[in-house]
């Protein structure tokens, strides 16, 4: 079966640096997508990578590991804005994507 | 209006009732789907149209049923449903479906089946 593991929760400091990692098993690999919902929002796309390497976007970036399975964020100066869920998916070889369950980031003060 | 946009934004419903989702996109894109998410739960897709046709159908109830009248409108008519489909139903559209661009998701119905 195709699977794709997250932490349910996290917690972290503002202004701290904060890495949600992203492990899959899926049936071929086609891209992986970050994205980004607050409470009761749309998701919203935060970033994609499809080769192996770091993806930097100003205070995201988005790590991956083909030949691992693995994938990260990471934020850096948290902001209280960026509690939230964060959903990393991938896409299969039908092109289809297959979800994480999301990691809830708490931030504190 | 921009993006995409899902009416009504909350929904409670008898379960002999039959009710319709809407939704409606203003980004040109040839694809659009619904999906279903359910707390701690992974996305579950529902429904893919692509160009119009539907092209995916993973193993929905019947008591969900999609229509696209073109590209850029999306329904879920909704009828005898059961309490464990509340959930929050999400549409989303993208460029087309077979291609590396991200999905652009509207705000979702959240649906409560009493």
């Known amino acids: 079966g195709q699977n794709i593991d997250q932490p349910t929760e996290m917690t972290a400091t503002e202004g701290a640096i904060v890495q949600i990692n992203c492990t899959y098993q899926t049936s071929g690999f086609n891209g992986l997508f970050w994205y980004q919902q607050h409470a009761g929002e749309a998701p919203t796309f935060l970033s994609y990578?499809?080769l192996d390497g770091l993806e930097e976007k100003g205070r995201f970036s988005s790590f991956l590991s083909r030949s691992k399975g693995y994938s990260y964020l990471l934020l850096k100066e948290l902001q209280m804005k960026d509690s939230a869920s964060y959903l990393c998916?991938?896409?299969?070889?039908?092109?289809?994507?297959?979800w994480g369950a999301g990691t809830k980031l708490i931030i504190k003060p | 209006e921009t993006g995409v946009t899902q009416t009504p934004r909350h929904l409670v419903m008898g379960m002999t009732n039959k009710k319709s989702l809407k939704c409606e996109q203003h980004l040109g894109h040839n694809a659009m789907y619904w999906y279903k998410q359910s707390a701690k739960k992974p996305l579950e897709l529902m429904f893919v149209y692509n160009f119009k046709e539907q092209t995916e159908n993973n193993s929905v109830p019947s008591r969900f049923s999609p229509e696209c009248p073109n590209s850029s409108h999306l329904f879920l008519h909704l009828h005898t449903l059961q309490p464990e489909d509340s959930a929050l139903y999400l549409c989303?559209?993208?460029?087309?479906?077979?291609?590396?661009?991200?999905?652009?998701f509207g705000p979702g119905t959240r649906l409560t089946v009493t």
């Open positions: 998916a991938v896409r299969d070889s039908n092109y289809q994507l297959i």
């Open positions: 989303a559209s993208s460029q087309d479906q077979d291609s590396s661009y991200e999905q652009y």
């Open positions: 990578n499809v």
